[in-house]
């Protein structure tokens, strides 16, 4: 009977410790699922967001041709960011742009940068927030040697560009009406004019030349370069020593600044869309049709002058 007792004490702690082990084990199951859902969250909080992002959502082909700021973005596993910040302006085509690293942390990273391809440094605070992204820069400072004052160096608010959006087209001419500057135009006039012809001005593969030669030996930065002409041939007679040190394009333009200031549509895609993005120019005379007797004396003067200096090579 005490054996009995023994053999029966044995069984039930050998069934207790069987129950024990088998309760220990689903929690230890349980708890090993809940981690793995709990990493799989983690990982796909920013999935949301890996695409590319513009401001007011533009396409890539609009900012090339209209200017704009856009972020690409790639989010791996582990929060970590990988993408480029790009920005071009509308009229004169620079462009800016930063590659970038960093880890998200509570919806947001920063990024140090110590250049934007203009000499700029500064940081980048990158917000993920509902349906947009923010970048702001802070502690910006402007590269000594940067005489353009462009770069990255505001914030921006980006939407994700749409894959099925319909991006801008210019392979036909443009469709809204051109209007020649007045002296009586208001500085949105002004504006509106230039946004209108800027397509043009990014066709031109030389207008970086151009601003160069405003900006550095002209000084010129401001709208004046939009609504006053290289040089006034009409008004005033020129001489060699006036295009002493001056580029070769710019003599180039000149020359034909004389044509283009009585309407000669030019064929040469350079030369017309370079003075299509000026507003004292309206395209109104075909090449064929032109009849050079519209010059007046100042002009055929200079026109003889800028004819001999004109060594530009296409």
Same mark, same amino acid.
């Given at each position: 009977m005490e054996k009995l007792k023994i053999v029966i004490i044995l069984l039930g702690l050998i069934w207790f410790s069987g129950c024990g082990y088998i309760k220990q084990t689903n929690i230890e199951s349980k708890d090993i699922a809940f981690s793995e859902e709990e990493t799989t969250s983690i990982q796909s909080d920013y999935e949301n967001y890996i695409g590319t992002w513009s401001e007011e959502g533009k396409s890539h082909e609009s900012i090339i041709y209209e200017g704009g700021t856009e972020f690409s973005v790639e989010i791996t596993s582990d929060n970590e960011l990988n993408g480029y910040l790009y920005s071009q302006q509308e009229i004169s085509g620079r462009f800016a742009e930063i590659d970038i690293i960093c880890r998200i942390e509570n919806g947001e990273c920063y990024y140090p940068f110590s250049d934007d391809g203009w000499g700029n440094s500064g940081i980048l605070y990158i917000q993920f927030e509902t349906n947009v992204i923010k970048i702001s820069v802070q502690d910006f400072v402007m590269g000594e040697s940067n005489t353009s004052g462009f770069g990255i160096d505001r914030t921006y608010i980006l939407s994700k560009e749409?894959?099925?959006?319909?991006?801008?087209?210019?392979?036909?001419?443009?469709?809204?009406? #051109? #209007?020649q500057y007045s002296v009586d135009w208001s500085e949105d006039q002004i504006l509106d004019e230039i946004e209108k012809r800027a397509v043009y001005l990014n066709r031109c593969s030389y207008y970086e030349e151009v601003l160069d030669f405003l900006e550095n030996d002209r000084e010129v930065r401001d709208i004046s370069m939009y609504i006053n002409p290289l040089y006034y041939t009409d008004t005033e007679y020129y001489n060699e020593d006036s295009f002493s040190g001056v580029p070769s394009l710019i003599i180039h333009l000149a020359k034909n600044e004389?044509?283009?200031r009585h309407g000669y549509i030019f064929k040469d895609e350079n030369l017309k869309n370079y003075f299509m993005g000026q507003l004292w120019y309206i395209p109104s005379v075909k090449a064929e049709e032109f009849d050079d007797s519209v010059f007046s004396d100042i002009e055929k003067r200079n026109l003889e002058l800028l004819?001999? #200096?004109d060594t530009y090579k296409k």
């Open positions: 749409e894959a099925n959006q319909n991006s801008t087209e210019y392979d036909g001419e443009q469709k809204e009406q #051109l #209007l004389i044509y283009a004819n001999r #200096l």
